[in-house]
């Protein structure tokens, strides 16, 4: 049994039984990985994988049980990697942020600043993606900490906590209408075109829901990952636009007016999420305690054990 046997298992998994992938993943080939994968049935006495041909279909039962013992193990070499960095050399080290973009561009600047000020011989790699890409970074090692609104406490792999709590709120040019209106509601809304965030992205399920609960269809004419697109379309006329209220600047969108809705829409949650198991370095610790300072060390160790 070797670590690139265990390495192949795991990348099996990822890349949904396709061993094409797993060694185009790994820079091997395809045959090797296949001799890897039967090399290591022998050794244990078990099939790991259900097969049709050449074709791996799943995981047997026993294979279930094998791949947690996988993910461990290597994690845990990760993890071994993680303390010896972390006693050779305190200050120094590489660091990997996977968030959205309306997370990189509203709610962290000042943190990262503060981060590089105490912290300057530590590369921060800051990485934007969706909801979902950041929670497979964080599962895969790729990432250290995640940040987004939606999907992170979905995957029972990573450990959650809320960073801020925010509403999205209206963006429309001045003069417009509903500016006149004494107490919006969805369907005076729902009256006009709508830009707003891509499915998936910054609390979109919470405006989905709040249309749907109201028996409102809206017509979303437009939609993006990034709140600056949606408010440059806004201001060509294209529509209403409906965006994290924090993504509102006063001086820089002075040409917007904002309407706060808080009535209409369900508070948001933004959370940090890291993956269980993992060894936080000191740095690492440092981040998320200045991101949720309520946490503490210990609490935030024990948080993230693996749950048996």
């Not at 999907?151 to 709590?165: M, S």
């Not at 890291?274 to 609490?299: H, N, T």
Request: proline content about 5%; aromatic content about 8%.
């Amino acid at each position: 049994m070797n670590f690139q046997q265990l390495r192949i298992i795991r990348e099996t998994l990822r890349q949904d039984f396709n061993l094409t992938e797993v060694a185009n993943a790994l820079y091997t080939s395809q045959p090797g990985v296949s001799k890897h994968i039967k090399d290591l049935e022998d050794e244990l006495g078990i099939e790991i994988f259900h097969r049709r041909g050449k074709r791996l279909l799943g995981l047997t039962e026993p294979g279930k049980e094998l791949a947690e013992v996988v993910d461990r193990i290597l994690l845990d070499t990760q993890n071994l990697r993680r303390i010896a960095d972390q006693f050779a050399s305190r200050e120094t080290g590489h660091f990997v942020v996977a968030t959205t973009h309306t997370q990189a561009r509203y709610a962290l600047p000042q943190i990262i600043k503060w981060f590089k000020a105490d912290y300057p011989k530590v590369h921060l790699a800051l990485h934007q993606g969706s909801p979902v890409e950041i929670a497979e970074k964080l599962v895969a090692g790729e990432a250290d900490v995640g940040i987004a609104t939606e999907q992170l406490d979905k995957v029972p792999e990573l450990a959650t906590f809320p960073f801020y709590r925010w509403h999205h709120a209206l963006v429309v040019p001045h003069g417009h209408p509903l500016l006149q209106a004494e107490k919006l509601t969805l369907e005076a809304i729902g009256e006009y075109p709508i830009i707003t965030y891509h499915e998936g992205f910054t609390g979109r399920t919470h405006i989905d829901k709040a249309f749907a609960d109201a028996g409102v269809v809206p017509d979303i004419v437009l939609s993006a990952i990034d709140a600056d697109v949606i408010k440059t379309y806004v201001e060509l006329g294209l529509g209403v636009g409906i965006v994290a209220s924090m993504a509102y600047d006063n001086v820089k969108d002075r040409h917007l007016a904002r309407i706060a809705v808080p009535h209409l829409f369900p508070e948001s949650t933004t959370r940090l999420a890291v993956r269980r198991g993992i060894y936080l370095r000191s740095y690492a610790l440092a981040f998320i305690e200045k991101i949720c300072p309520d946490i503490g060390e210990e609490s935030l160790r024990t948080m993230i054990q693996i749950q048996k």
